[in-house]
Nanobody, 125 residues
Framework: VQLQASGGGLVQAGGSLKVSCAAS????????MAWFRQAPGKEREFVAA????????FYADSVKGRFTIFRDNANSAVYLQMNNLKPEDTAVYYC???????????????????WGQGTQVTVSS
């Protein structure tokens, strides 16, 4: 699975943004997908994950109620809709894929062997 993230940008606090991740080279409908983020000087942290069919989703406490992860298996894509953005959401956002934990996704970065290149999200105050 090859992943390409896009859709990042600059938004004011309270605004919304949707980032996308397109997968290629097949097998997308059999993998769990997740979004992680990394702010300058900080470790990469889990944001959200969705299982292979989209039935189970998981969120970090910091984004619950504001972010929504969803996938479109027909188009091999996963999305992260981010609402009510805060300056502390500023980071590079990465999508990731895992074949092993397709039914119940992991929330730790080392559980995901496939990664996209990241897209920058900046939230101004």
């Amino acid at each position: 699975v090859q992943l390409q993230a896009s859709g990042g940008g600059l938004v004011q606090a309270g605004g919304s943004l949707k980032v996308s991740c397109a997968a290629s080279r097949g097998g997308f409908s059999s993998v769990a997908m997740a979004w992680f983020r990394q702010a300058p000087g900080k470790e990469r942290e889990f944001v959200a994950a969705v299982n292979w069919i989209g039935g189970n989703t998981f969120y970090a406490d910091s984004v619950k109620g504001r972010f929504t992860i969803f996938r479109d298996n027909a188009n091999s894509a996963v999305y992260l809709q981010m609402n009510n953005l805060k300056p502390e959401d500023t980071a590079v956002y990465y999508c990731a894929a895992d074949v092993v934990r397709a039914i119940v996704p992991g929330i730790r970065a080392f559980e995901y062997p496939y990664w996209g290149q990241g897209t920058q999200v900046t939230v101004s105050s």
